[in-house]
């Protein structure tokens, strides 16, 4: 069955260090997706891609890249953690051709920056 | 700005009826989407409207009227398993989702 993971699922790290969080998607979706989720806000959308070697910024992406060599990754990069990106960030991908194009999400990763 | 308003928190009892409402202001619409999301796990789909009107899928109904700028998320016969949040989304004029805080439903026996 064709699936999203993340990894890893949980990280502590320290303020200051880059940090790599990657997606793998099974799906061979074109559409790829990075949110920070946060108690209050709604899902906040990081970067997106709608394809290999297509990336845009999002609402909230000072602080973050990310990077789509292939089809089924798009790993995001912490340049310099920061206290105030610690947070649950979930990765998604939808096909983008269809006619409900609903995103389909993958576990989660907890990170906390110390 | 845009903007999704859904309620923070709302109770119900097991095998009742329960309406959650979500009103919207955005930059376009391409499409409202409700999503269900128990707690530690990832949102799941649940429901799609791009018409005004009702969409029913089982337990489940979903409602739109664009002039209104309204939706709302119906569940009926309530399980203790559907204790979760509830996420509604509105795909904007750059389809791209925005997303609600969330109505965390609460499950009484």
């Known amino acids: 069955d064709a699936e999203i993971t993340q990894s890893p699922r949980h990280k502590i790290t320290e303020t200051g260090r880059q940090v790599t969080l990657a997606c793998h998607q099974t799906w061979n979706h074109n559409n790829m997706f990075w949110y920070r989720q946060d108690l209050g806000h709604g899902l906040r959308l990081i970067h997106y891609s709608y394809g290999v070697h297509d990336t845009n910024k999002g609402e909230v992406s000072d602080g973050y890249s990310v990077s789509r060599s292939n089809t089924e990754d798009l790993p995001l990069t912490l340049e310099s953690a920061a206290s105030s990106q610690t947070s649950v960030y979930f990765c998604a991908s939808s096909d983008g051709s269809g006619e409900v194009n609903e995103q389909f999400f993958g576990p989660g990763t907890r990170l906390t920056v110390l | 700005g845009q903007n999704i308003d859904q309620p923070t928190e709302m109770t119900a009892t097991e095998g009742a009826i329960v309406q959650i409402n979500c009103t919207y202001q955005?930059?376009?619409?391409?499409?409202l989407f409700w999503y269900q999301q128990h707690a530690g796990e990832a949102p799941t789909f649940l429901s799609y409207n791009v018409l005004d009107g009702l969409e029913e899928k089982g337990r489940f109904s979903s409602f739109l009227s664009r002039s209104k700028g309204y939706s709302y998320l119906l569940l009926k016969e309530l399980q203790m398993k559907d204790s979760a949040s509830y996420l509604c989304a509105v795909m904007d004029s750059n389809y791209q989702l925005i997303w609600g805080a969330g109505t965390k439903l609460i499950i009484k026996p």
């Open positions: 955005t930059s376009g619409f391409n499409g």
